[in-house]
């Protein structure tokens, strides 16, 4: 069983760590919101299309597992300029 001492030496490390943290808050990456913001459509129009479709939840579930991988939504970071407009006609 702690002791009081050792109770408010874990509270005050505690409050410490939560005020460092607050403090040294950093931004996500831009590519880390893009890849949430795909994700979560790619997750929204799979289930406009099953609902227009009339298909049971258990199928809907199955098709999201299927198809919403990392893979899918996470897009290739490159580094020139031309290679970008590459992709863009690709």
């Known amino acids: 069983m702690p002791t009081l001492t050792q109770i408010r030496i874990n509270k005050k490390a505690t409050t410490e760590y939560n005020l460092y943290n607050k403090l040294n808050y950093r931004n996500p990456y831009p590519i880390n919101l893009i890849s949430t913001l795909i994700k979560s459509q790619n997750i929204n ?46």
């Open 45 to 90: 129009l799979i289930n406009q299309i099953c609902d227009k479709n009339g298909v049971c939840n258990e199928k809907k579930q199955e098709i999201i597992e299927k198809l919403v991988k990392p893979n899918y939504y996470t897009p290739y970071i490159v580094n020139s300029e031309l290679k970008e407009k590459l992709q863009q006609i690709i």
